[in-house]
């Protein structure tokens, strides 16, 4: 190649594309990792919804989410993940352990302020500790940013919190040679990161020695690049080598392991709690958009299961739509969605166990109407509601879908068409 011709892309595929299968080890604490997260990610949405009784409920919400979030970002760097296709599988440890740190940090949080038992006093003021933090470190950015408005704002929301921790009984009763770092606001813990963390499960010689590993990659220490080249020609250039396949396991079970701790203790916290019935209606209209699909029974989410007749409930979607569910009958739910700025109802209809969804009246100058996936005429909706159909409605989008009975009939004869010809097909 001329030394001035630019390498393209495929040129990078062709030297990254090479070397061995990975091994066993890598391939289990990838499959691990993959599960968990796609499991955790159920147990997110089961407990959504459930109004918290204590601020440890609410921040175990949030940093659960934080975990599996940053679990998806390792599944997605890591090689031979089925979350991602790629061109070529990169191997890069070191932009893992970035992650993995956070997870860290992330969980030893979790186990602080939502799980560790503690009374009431003590969780008050390491709630402060972390609100005063949150403040300090907002001073420190807008000052960096020159923005006196913003300081000024935080700068007293800051004296505030340190005044609710001069009150707070807990907080009195610490060695007061403490109070002073404490209410600087930039320690955000009670306690050393390795305490947090072997009560959270961890060998605080574990700890330690990941720690080190780990913020040498971070922040870029001599260690995490001094051995690249000479007698390892591969590691850190991406390609597949021991030493990458064995820190890559190392991240992806240590990942895992932090997410499941979290997980059970969130089985705990939220144990005999049911979601709110207004959150699961607003769930079954939100899941009403995308095409129509299955038998007319299945036209739309059964909203307001729960009410009695006459009872009705309200939920708010977005900016633009209120959905009010009201009982008329016992198999019947009435269905009005309510254009919130001005007040007008842009859908009336009924949701029934035998018919699904099936509308009185929509506005056709608010939705986008179509039948059998294109755009469609009045007169063609009045023939096809003579006949069976399914409908959904399309919130987000502003879209009610329409498919006939001959759409349906058509898409299933040419399913069984693609069966036949298909000679591995049951």
């Avoid at 070397?19 to 599960?35: A, K």
């Avoid at 947090?196 to 574990?206: D, I, N, Q, R, Y």
Wanted: aromatic share 10%.
């Amino acid at each position: 190649m001329d030394e001035n011709e630019a390498i393209d892309l495929q040129d990078v595929i062709d030297g990254g594309a090479w070397g061995p299968e990975p091994g066993e080890n890598y391939l289990e604490s990838l499959d691990m990792l993959d599960n968990v997260v796609r499991e955790c990610i159920f147990v997110s949405r089961r407990y959504a919804g459930i109004a918290a009784p204590e601020g440890r409920h609410y921040y175990a919400s949030v940093l659960v989410v934080a975990l599996i979030t940053r679990g998806m970002s390792l599944l997605n760097l890591a090689p031979f993940s089925p979350w991602a296709a790629k061109k070529i599988e990169h191997w890069d440890y070191g932009s893992m352990t970035g992650v993995v740190r956070t997870m860290i940090e992330l969980r030893a949080a979790f186990h602080y302020l939502c799980a560790d038992p503690c009374s009431q006093d003590e969780w008050y003021c390491r709630w402060n500790l972390f609100n005063l933090h949150d403040c300090v470190s907002r001073i420190r950015l807008f000052t960096a940013q020159k923005n006196d408005e913003q300081v000024a704002g935080f700068e007293a929301q800051a004296e505030e919190l340190r005044e609710r921790l001069r009150t707070n009984v807990f907080f009195q009763a610490l060695d007061p040679k403490r109070h002073k770092k404490l209410l600087h606001g930039q320690t955000a813990y009670l306690f050393p990161l390795e305490t947090l963390m072997e009560k959270a499960g961890m060998e605080v010689e574990t700890f330690r020695m990941l720690y080190i590993l780990f913020s040498t990659h971070v922040h870029a220490l001599p260690m995490s690049f001094y051995r690249l080249g000479g007698d390892n020609p591969e590691r850190g250039r991406g390609l597949p080598s021991p030493a990458e396949e064995g820190y890559s396991s190392l991240c992806l079970t240590l990942a895992g392991t932090l997410i499941v701790a979290s997980r059970e203790e969130m089985h705990v916290l939220f144990e005999g709690r049911e979601q709110d019935p207004a959150y699961l209606a607003m769930q079954e209209a939100e899941g009403a958009g995308g095409e129509p699909e299955g038998e007319a029974a299945d036209g739309d989410a059964e909203g307001g299961a729960d009410l009695a007749i006459g009872e009705s409930v309200s939920v708010d979607v977005g900016e633009d739509i209120r959905i009010t569910y009201s009982r008329a009958a016992d198999d019947e739910i009435g269905v009005a969605y309510v254009h919130r700025p001005s007040g007008e109802t842009v859908f009336e209809g009924i949701m029934s166990e035998a018919e699904g969804l099936q509308f009185d009246s929509f506005d056709p100058y608010y939705w986008a109407i179509s039948v059998d996936g294109a755009p469609t005429t009045l007169a063609a909706i009045e023939r096809m509601i003579a006949g069976e159909f399914l409908m959904r409605v399309d919130v987000e989008g502003r879209r009610i879908l329409f498919k006939t009975r001959d759409a349906r009939e058509a898409e299933r004869a040419d399913e069984e068409v693609r069966a036949a010809d298909d000679p591995g097909a049951e």
